[in-house]
């Protein structure tokens, strides 16, 4: 058909016409969007949001749903949906909603909601576009996400986003997590074991304004379960749109975005990795992630000068081999501080124990072992990659050791040889001197220091070598003779505590060094695993955790040294106890109980979430809280249940009942699964005791033969503050609303269902005020006198349901 002159010059007018003609009102089908057209949207009643073509580079646009020039929501999601000038939107008549390239040729995505009766569209004020019969909507894009998530929009555990090989889930038991090919978990938060709930991560509007908040909601409780927060944070001024996305780097990020900083402009709040670098795949297969020197930035490379890049403009394609494996006899490259990025999820890897040397020799020996990591944090694990792509991450921080299978000599990178680089070398090299210079003159002292120590005290003629003043310092555990602790304890003379795990000892070092002797009882284990228990106690550092000195393990005694804690534990500031009246003790004032409560919660965090081999202590009591000569909050005992893999279920089993009555969680008692939520149920009644220095199982008159932390409960229903806060402080500065904070928290941390217990780090947050503490429901249920006596008898799990969904119904 040939076109007339006149018909061409009208033509524009009539799409322009018609754009402005839909606008603000229902789409009819047979409407279309062209990519070659820009002016032509489908907006939101109020122009919020639009529907349009929205070019990302030249000749790349996608059909999406934008605010303020940022796309929430692409047809076909990022890449699939990225289509050049030819592509059209079009709503057809049947109710079909497709983008199709070269005037229909090729069909690149559509809604598949032909027949369904549709017979409009409409783009909402809240930034939903819905496919309609009539009003009812059929087919929305709320519910069909590809990489965004906006408020008011419900991401429940059917949906997904994606961009690229990068997903993000919400499981039915409540975990969060990204993944990489759908197989590779490389985030994730823990989940719940008995959730059945209807799950939601929305990001809900406080009256008028969302104010930076994304929750994950269960439908069977009335205060979210996790709550994320961008540091711009209940923020109004410029009045920012919050919302998350999945980058197409892997990262799960939220963004604030708005009109006063300009069209397209978004800022990063929150993101869910901190390291990119952790990111499963950010550098292709066979590429490693650093951070530049210099600008911190994560960067893409290749492992040595034997690969090269797939493509020198684009280093996140990875790398290639100069030579196949197949086409030699292979040799291993060492890298140091390098690890390739796992996850038990990964087929095709597998994990052993075993030293660096273990783990390179096996590999090369082990003809389908392509490359291996150690750990070397102390763990003692290695694990080899068989199959699967290869994802490297190097930094000066990571004490991980990795070998990767090579044809030829290992040829690893020269040293970087630029004027400046040469520099900040010569720069750094006298710093090194420095500090060597500084090391020996203190070795030199310490050896005379030995040495005149050795003459002076001619009793103990032999220090043995590991004792050495450096090596105490260097965090290395020692090991001891079984006769070397009988001599420094005296004969286990002076017993200064008792436990679940075995007495304790006062014990002087030779040289001079005051410990703490732990003879463990009934340590079922074997040498070997009780060396790695040892190796993974001692990798753990923290202000809030007591430190490990050394360890024997000989015949069938094994003991722990620690060092000393002048101030003994806890419970003897609290309450009376065998040794002495609480009377006689020094009254704990306020701002101390605070600093205790809070050290202690983040020596829990630093085990639950942020050492590497996640520990639980499943023993918290203020027994295991000591105090050292500042009154700083030690925790003892950890890493003595066993040790706990949080990330891997094959390591998950059930620990033996050794916590003590009164701090063990109800699933102890109920033989449920036990978590990370156990310790935190220990930790709130130590917390509520810290308060009150009364134990929470103690039933008196004044609690009207009640549980006290029961009875707590209620009078802080009455407002009575006063009646549960330890009279010994009526004198001192109490901060009231600190108090109450302290106490609202605690009886979050001892609810009975786990999964209403708030994490270890959410706790953190609730006592340092920067998290909001909601109402708590009753810790536990208020019927019939059970489980209120202080004798925990075993109730069964289907009790532990009705209970908790009476919780949930209060
Ligand atoms: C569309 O809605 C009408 C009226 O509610 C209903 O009768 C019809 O069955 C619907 N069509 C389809 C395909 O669901
Ligand atoms: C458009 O409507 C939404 C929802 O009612 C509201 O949040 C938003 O502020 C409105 N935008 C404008 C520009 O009026
Ligand atoms: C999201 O869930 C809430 C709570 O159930 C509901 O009120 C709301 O309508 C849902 N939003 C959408 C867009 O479905
Ligand atoms: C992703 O996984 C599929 C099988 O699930 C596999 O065939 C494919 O090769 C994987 N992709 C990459 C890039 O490894
Ligand atoms: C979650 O979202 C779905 C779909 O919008 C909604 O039906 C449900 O009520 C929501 N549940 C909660 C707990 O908000």
Redesign the pocket.
Known sequence: MMLSPLTLTILPFIFLFSACKISSQDVSPGSTLSASNPSQSWNSPNNSFSLSFVQESRDRYFAAVSYNGVPIWKAGGDPGGAVDSSASLQFLANGNLQLVTRTGLDLIWESNTSGLGITSASLDNSGNFVLKNGTRPVWTT?DHPTDTIIPEQ?F?TNHVLRCGLYSFRLADSGEISLSWNDSVKYYNTSSWSNSTA???L?SPRLGLQPVGIFEL???NLSSPVAISRGNDYGETSGNPWRFVKLDCDGNLRMYSSSSASGRGSKTETWAALEEQCQVFGYCGDLGVCRYDEITGNPTCGCLSENFDLIDTNDARKGCKRKVDLQNCQPTLLTLNHTLFLTSPSEFGTDYFTGSITACSSNCLQDATCIASSSLADGSGVYYMKRSGLISGYQSPTISSTSFMKICGNPEPYPPPSSASEANRKAKRLRIVAIALGIAMALAVLAFAYLWFYNKSRPQYETILPHYSFSDYASGVPLQFSYKELQKETKNFKEKIGGGGFGSVYRGVLPNKIVVAVKQLEGIGQGEKQFRMEVATISSTHHLNLVRLVGFCSEGRHRLLVYEFMKNGSLDSFLFDTEMEPKLDKEVLNWARRYSIALGTAKGITYLHEECRDCILHCDIKPENILLDENYNARISDFGLARLLNLNDHRHRSIITVRGTRGYLAPEWVANLPITSKADVYGYGMVLLEIVSGRRNFEVSAETNQKRFSLWAYEEIEKGNIGAVLDKRLAGDDVDIEQAARLIQVSFWCIQEQPSLRPAMGKVVQMLEGIAEVYKPPPPMAMIGGMLQSGTETAISSSQITAISSLVSES
Request: no cysteine; net charge negative.
């Open positions: 709320f419900n429940t209807d799950l939601n929305t909601r269960d439908s």
